[in-house]
């Protein structure tokens, strides 16, 4: 099966990192931005099943079922999942409804942080489909106050933040979140909209003016969920996420 695990000599809590699609260059940059006090653990996608990139709602079903063929029987080593698509990912609920342990997806948590910080969250995103799909997604959610400066695309595939030189990908990006988030969108702070953008920002923040807070999605996932887990909160079995 295609994780990476962590040695555990102390039997700390552990946290499963889901990239959903078939990119495992994705897993390692993601996997080489996180740092914490916990077993972290992570996961790709099956190639055979899933897409390598996740650019459409076709794309978060399939990747999810391909997920879930591999994971729904080891649901129980895990004390916590971060699912790593910025979307509102169908393996999220899935996973509320397998285990108690909580599961974050990136979106959720990047909106919900963001809004502790400022009065104005904006996402950048990659490709302009992704524009009206994060902005049904967020309504979906109930999240459609926490994102007042909107969604703008980059421009940018998903495939291209691994294959484009890096700092193609990092002018392109900086371009997007200073002329249109920040400028004409007045955000005060940028959320990365993508896990492949990992590790950019401060790349992207020191485009932008002083002051202006960028967050990396998959570390506000891990946080939330690290909270979440040292709360000793798990995911109620009561209602929406009740055993089927």
């Known amino acids: 099966m295609p994780f990476i695990l962590s040695p555990d000599p102390a039997r700390r809590p552990r946290v499963l990192i889901i990239n959903p699609n078939a990119t495992e260059a994705f897993t390692e940059g993601i996997r080489g931005t996180l740092r914490a006090d916990v077993e972290l653990d992570f996961y790709t996608a099956p190639a055979a099943h899933a897409p390598a990139s996740i650019e ?17 029987a080891h649901v129980d080593k895990w004390d916590g999942f971060v699912v790593a698509c910025f979307s509102a990912h169908p393996l999220v609920p899935a996973l509320r409804e397998l285990s108690a342990a909580p599961a ?13 910080l400022g009065g104005r969250v904006g996402i950048l995103t990659t490709s302009p489909r992704w524009e009206p799909l994060l902005e049904g997604e967020i309504a979906a959610l109930g999240l459609a ?23 193609s990908v990092i002018k392109v990006l900086c371009t997007a979140a200073a002329d249109v988030l920040q400028d ?22 020191e485009a932008c003016q002083p002051g202006l807070v960028v967050l ?3 570390r506000c996932g891990l946080e939330m969920c690290l909270g979440l887990i040292r709360m000793g909160a798990r995911t109620s079995k009561v209602g929406l996420y009740a055993p089927a």
């Open 145 to 167: 106050g926490k994102n007042a400066a909107g969604v703008v695309s980059s421009g940018l595939a998903v495939l291209d933040l691994e294959e484009l030189p890096r700092a």
């Open 104 to 116: 974050v997806g990136i979106l959720e948590a990047s909106l919900l942080m963001g809004s502790t």
């Open 216 to 218: 990396d999605p998959v």
């Open 56 to 72: 459409s709602a076709t794309d978060e079903i399939v990747s999810a079922a391909a997920c879930l063929s591999e994971l729904r």
């Open 184 to 205: 004409r969108r007045g955000a005060d702070v940028i959320v990365l909209g993508c896990a492949g953008m990992a590790g950019l920002e401060d790349a992207v923040g």
